[in-house]
């Protein structure tokens, strides 16, 4: 892949700037790696915490639809609202034509 901006480095900068591009990809890689292991152990435990506490499991399912319709409604807040912002613009412009933008 060519970049342009190391047109005017050295050979040496080039292969440094490379070398130090190589270094945070591996060490990016390794973070991914990290936390895609960590999630996996959390995902496991709460699992296994799940499985032994059907209350909890029911509690949580619960606060989750409550979450779920309350971001619902709020999606639908929004929408309303920018249905309601184009009508009053609507209007406007019958009144000032030269506001419709």
Do not use: C
């Amino acid at each position: 892949m060519y970049n342009g901006e190391y047109d005017n480095l050295s050979f040496e900068e080039q292969l440094y700037l490379t070398e130090e591009e190589m270094r945070r990809r591996h060490n990016q890689q390794m973070f991914l790696r990290r936390n895609a292991q960590l999630l996996q152990q959390e995902l496991k435990l709460e699992a296994e915490l799940l499985a032994e506490n059907p209350e909890l499991a029911q509690v949580i399912h619960s606060l989750n639809m409550q979450e779920i319709q309350s971001n619902q409604q709020g999606v639908q807040n929004v929408l309303g609202l920018e249905e309601l912002a184009s009508k009053e613009q609507s209007i406007w412009s019958k009144f000032f034509p030269g506001l419709s933008g």
